[in-house]
């Protein structure tokens, strides 16, 4: 048990020095601005947690989490109040994103892509409950006339915001994956050995 | 230094702690899942006598009604409209609504409203500084508190930037008008710039965080001293005592049925 914490601790410590910090709060920053461009483009689609994503892949699933929970704090004070209680859902995403990261899951597309379809389905499970008990289905994410939609035909609300969820987080978290696939093959190797998961981007026989 | 200006006050009050609006913060938004409507219906009043009483209140109000207040209505309606559970009708402005859905609707948006407005009183009259500075004072990580103030700061500048580089892309031909496919491909030349450019700058950042000593441990002094009266420390204690009560008291109800 002694081992596990001091294990956990120095993972933290290890994904949260030097480089990571300004990085963790560039991604929290990046999950809060990118809906601008997702508007810009006319994009039907959140893209509201691709800097917790580039977070898990180049620091870690802690600073991942991290990144995630201060974006959604921030974005309570900004702009949406309820996304706090979102806070749930991005600690899955930066877990998740960290953990299949270290398997090498975005060195090729082809393993980026179903990973974000994966996630995209983790994320709807864990969004249904917080959306259908605190707000009634209703969030105003623009995806909200599914949910009319299926409440109309007659299904609960937590079916509903689930299966709202399922239609629009897998394409969501598949087009984020893959952005962060073609963000993280770009970058240049010098960049990338400073961060402390630098392994998940290049293997270590490089 | 004064922070009057800042914090929750009004004329002839003393600012009161971040601490003790973050303990009360937390409290009203527990609570108000584990009351009923009585309790509620008080901590909705409660809040907006509080909110009335800050020098912020318009700005706490203005939120309210852009960011939240779409949402309860939405919230409201969508359950008098389409409540599939119940069949059972009322009338109601001349209008016939479902009876079931009206009183669900009405709690969920009490509820909805009274965390919002608890966590706009919160965050509008708490400078992040002060917030930065009272959970530091209490022993919380230094990192996480950087990258907190760090990224409010980034969120304005990230905003500005993408807006340079989509009017840059578009004049050097980028289609952002085309159909859905081009449109996610406009996505990369937007989004690589605007990585590239802080990447190097975290490097510049995370070096001179290391020499400021950032992660160093020991005895610290802070820019802005912030006490605690007696009262704020028996308050913090009221709230964390009543809420954990009422946390305990709704677990064994459960519990025995």
New interface residues.
Partial sequence: MKNVLESFRTSIRKETSGVSIPFIAFGAALNLSLGQIAGLLKLPVYLDSIGTVLVAVLCGPWAAVIAGSVANTIGSITFSPPSVFFIPTVIVIGAFTGIVARHGVFRKWYTALPAGVIQGLLAAAVSAPISAYLFSGITLSGMDFLVMFFRAEGKSILLSTFLQGLIADPLDKAITYTAAWVIVRQLPHRIVIRFPRYENVFPSSD | MRMSSHLLTSKGMRPVHPLTKLYFTVSTVVLCFLLDVTAQVFIACLLLILCVLTRQRRSIFK?FLR??L??VI??LL??VL????SEKWISLFGFRVNEVGFH??LI?SL??SV??LS??LF??TTPPHLLATAVLMKGA?P??V???L???Q??T???RK??KI?IAQASRGLD??GN?FK??K???P???P???S??????E???A??LRG??IHGPKSYLVELKESGTERVANLLLLLGTSTVILWKLLQWLIR
């Fill in positions: 939120r960011y939240v779409p949402v939405l919230v969508l359950n389409i409540y599939p559970e669900f609707g969920v509820r909805l965390m919002s966590l706009l965050f509008v990580s990192r996480i950087f990258v907190f760090h990224s409010l980034l969120v500048t990230l905003r993408i807006g989509f952002v008008k859905p449109r996610v406009a996505l990369f937007m989004l690589l605007l990585v590239f802080y990447l190097s700058e975290s490097l950042r995370g070096l965080l290391e950032l992660g």
